[in-house]
């Protein structure tokens, strides 16, 4: 079975640039989250979706930043502009309903970095 | 809130010694209980869960109880490789949020 799938895997660009990372969540899952990971930090909840509905986005740090969930099997998280304090590891997990207690299934991250 | 209080790391063992990474949480109600690791490179993998008091997770030799009395669910395995080297992750969905709470992280490194 395809996991979560997010791309691109790396991303090296220049502050102020738009970057834009994707991702396509386990068929069928209805729960959609992005997280950020940096050593200061650890992981962070940026946001999630519940049937491409945004649910809690408060993790979001900044108006810069953006999710959308145009349909079941993709999402955007969009940083624009830029700033090298972004880079970190992004990632989408995705998970299904039912029981709360069903786990994530996260991708492999898209590495950022901002020059 | 909910939290999660993971073990200092890094931690550095030798193979084939014992492994214990202590989890302490805070939760209001009755929260299901994970360890997820994240090998170099990649995505956080689940490695094994509780969902109530006293259930115990097992997976890859790892194994976890969940004690409510104590609030934790201690990592261990008995005899460590150096393919477990990793970073571990506890972390707690509480209550009706569908909102992963993870610890820190604890960087394990095992030597040959």
């Known amino acids: 079975d395809a996991g979560v799938i997010q791309s691109p895997r790396h991303e090296v660009t220049e502050m102020g640039q738009e970057v834009t990372l994707r991702c396509k969540p386990i068929s069928g899952h209805d729960y959609l989250f992005w997280y950020r990971q940096t050593m200061m930090r650890g992981l962070e909840l940026l946001i999630y979706?519940?049937?491409?509905?945004?649910?809690?986005d408060s993790g979001m740090p900044e108006d810069r930043f953006s999710a959308k969930m145009p349909n079941a099997s993709f999402s955007t998280l969009k940083i624009q502009p830029s700033e090298p304090r972004d880079s970190a590891v992004y990632f989408c997990?995705?998970?299904?309903?039912?029981?709360?207690?069903?786990?994530?299934?996260f991708g492999d991250g898209t590495r950022l970095s901002i020059l | 809130g909910d939290s999660v209080t993971q073990m200092e790391g890094p931690v550095t063992l030798s193979e084939e010694a014992f492994l214990t990474i202590n989890c302490t949480y805070t939760a209001t109600g009755y929260p299901s209980l994970f360890w997820y690791v994240q090998y170099p490179g990649e995505g956080l993998q689940l490695l094994l869960k509780a969902t109530k008091a006293d259930d115990k997770g097992s997976n890859k030799g790892f194994e976890a109880t969940y004690r409510k009395e104590t609030t934790s669910f201690h990592l261990e395995k008995g005899s460590v490789q150096v393919s477990d080297s990793a970073v571990y992750f506890c972390?707690?969905?509480?209550?009706?949020?569908?909102?992963?709470?993870f610890g820190s992280g604890t960087q394990l490194t095992v030597l040959p």
């Open positions: 979706f519940n049937n491409n509905v945004p649910i809690d």
């Open positions: 972390a707690l969905i509480g209550g009706s949020a569908r909102q992963l709470t």
């Open positions: 997990a995705s998970s299904t309903s039912g029981s709360f207690n069903q786990p994530q299934h």
